[in-house]
């Protein structure tokens, strides 16, 4: 609120004090009166300016020597030209409390505020125990922590912090002295820091405060308990008619309490007394019993019994539900009352007993009382669409039909709704997918909802075209959205979920090949061309470097690259195996190591030895023939060996094969390649 004061001087601290009273007993005097305070504005009386400042600020820091602190400008009213603050928005500000002064440029206006820094902790509480008692007998309540006193005394809360006005107030309302009703009732405790002492007027909260929760029950002296006597059933005299039930035949309930007072209530609207005894007669059917016991510490406790009255009426009674109705309205409801009609029902076993009919779907009104704030009543104001009521009919003996009636409210002039898809979506396969497309755990989440609006309450919005399983092929897919109203008018608007295939395919090579040379070109290297993998179908592999499976490969080492690319243009990804054809120096000095790792005699080992190190010689000496000789030489060794034992046929017959191989590269034999 913005005052004009005129004839006070600049710079005077007007104060204004309120104070509240009631004729309730009030345990916290010190929150009762309230005083703020404002500077009159600087400037000659009759000033155009009139300034209103931001209400003071409180901030925490844990830094001793201030923070920086950001406020609103104050607002002007009048001819204020430039409003200044000083200190500015956003100056550190000490710890403590800092009068910020605010005035313009010209009309003389003039205002202040405060900005209190504060470098403690926050206030901390600890409630009291929590206190638990039992009440005296027959008594609904208790002082705590002795319910034989004359007040409750439920302790003091413990705090840390400075400033600190400390209340606590019951959920229950009363005074924290008072006596506490059965059951538990919870005390809030709560510390309030102020930026002063909390009983001075000129101190106002900093924001800050703790709160903790302390509980107290009171159990009563004995648990009320009631039994309920046993179930009855008698016949009815005339098989339709009401049975007479003597207060014998019927009991009474078993109470363990003497103070306790019993009341019965039946399910029919009959009467059930016995003081003095009234005991109405039973319908055919059956009736419930409630009997409830109330004592005087306020415990109730209750139980049921069933009286069943058995007949000759074996037929439910017959039952003619009212025409349906259709009408029209130009808003979006309808008054329909006396226009829905009465309906009928007859007993045909019974036809003298009376047969009640009762309704639901009726719409609904709250209509709370003090006895039942929660009721509703029959509104009979019907919206657009469709409502079906249903008819019960039943008879004495409580057997029940039921009809319905179709109450259908058109809207006309017809007025479709409104509807707005979400907008398109684009979805990933992403890498490591192994299916063409993506599946949506949560469709809401991740394709939105559409938003629908309608001139009467209550469209619904349907969505189609979801594929099974909620799995969104890569491609495009197209989801319908339809908003519809009660009376059948609809609007539909489209989305487009596109999902891109971004998942590159995957391709294995074989291991890498070593061959022996096995004619002067090379040798032959056979394997199974790699295929490559994709989460969808289509993906092409082909051979990008290297020869073909089945090809001479040359001496030495040759590398080979098979290349995957997708359906959806993801790739090339390759992979490469290399293949090695040894020179026949090199397999000439593995059969060296052979025989030097091999289990042969020192004789037998120097014997192969000397051949292979003289062929191996004329090899690199230019020298065919002598490699040739030795060679063949070596074989014709190997063979005595392996015929006197000395070697085994696999071990031997593997040297013999390299030995040949090495000669039909160098053109001892001329065999075809290998």
Known sequence: MVYQVDSVPAGTLISNTASVSSTTQENHLEDNTSTDSTTVASGSPGGDCVLDCPNDIVVTTTNPSGTAVTFGSAEGFGSCGTITASPQSGSVFPVGTTTVQVSSSTGGGFCSFKVTVLNTPAPTITCPANITVTANAGQASAFVPDPNGSSSNVGTPTTTGSNLLVTGTRDDGSALDAAYGLGETIITWTATEFNGDPNDPQSQPTGRAASCIQRITVNPNQVLLITCPANVTVPSPTGCDPATVTAQQLGFPTVNSQTATVT????????????????????????????????????????????????????????????????????????????LGVATAEDPDCGGSAVSISRTGIPQVACPTPQNPNQTCDSFVFPTGTTIITYTATNSSGLTSTATQTVTVTEDPAIPPTITA?????????????????????????????????????VVV???????????????????????????????????????????????????????PTCPTGAI????????????????????????????FPIGTTTV?????????????????????????????????????????????????????????????????????????????????INNGSLSSATGNAWINSANHVRNTIGCTNLPCS
């Open 264 to 339: 019965a209530v039946r399910s029919d609207g009959g009467q059930v007394s016995f003081n003095p005894t009234v005991i109405d007669p039973f319908p055919v059917g059956t009736t419930t019993i409630t009997w409830t016991a109330q004592d005087t510490d306020g415990q109730t406790r209750s139980c049921t019994q069933t009286v069943t009255v058995t007949g000759s009426d074996t037929t439910p009674p017959s039952l003619t539900a009212p025409p349906n109705i259709s009408v029209t309205t130009s808003t979006c409801s309808v008054l329909l009352d006396d226009e």
């Open 422 to 458: 979400p907008n398109d979506v684009t979805l990933f396969t992403g890498p490591g997918a192994s299916s063409c497309g993506v599946t949506v755990a949560n469709l809401d989440t991740t394709l939105g909802t559409a938003t629908a609006s309608d001139n009467c309450p209550g």
């Open 462 to 516: 349907t969505r189609t075209g979801v594929p099974s399983g909620n799995v969104f092929p890569v491609g495009t897919t197209t989801i319908t959205y339809r908003a519809t109203d009660k009376s059948g008018n609809f609007a539909e608007d489209t989305q487009v979920v596109t999902v891109v295939d971004n998942t590159p395919p995957a391709i294995s090579c074989p291991a890498n090949i070593t061959l022996e």
């Open 525 to 552: 290297a056979t394997w199974t061309p790699p295929v490559g993998t994709d989460n969808c179908p289509g993906a092409t592999t082909t051979r990008t470097a290297g020869p073909a499976p089945g090809s001479v």
């Open 561 to 641: 690259t098979y290349s995957v690319t997708d359906a959806h243009n993801n790739g090339p990804v390759s992979c490469s195996f290399t293949v090695t054809v040894l020179t026949p120096q090199q397999v000439i000095q593995n059969l060296i190591n052979a025989v030097n790792a091999s289990s042969l005699t020192g004789t037998q080992k120097n014997g192969l030895l000397a051949k292979l190190n003289a062929a191996l010689s004329g090899i690199n000496g230019g020298q065919q023939n002598v490699a040739c000789n030795k060679l063949a030489e070596f074989v014709n060794s190997v063979g005595v060996l």
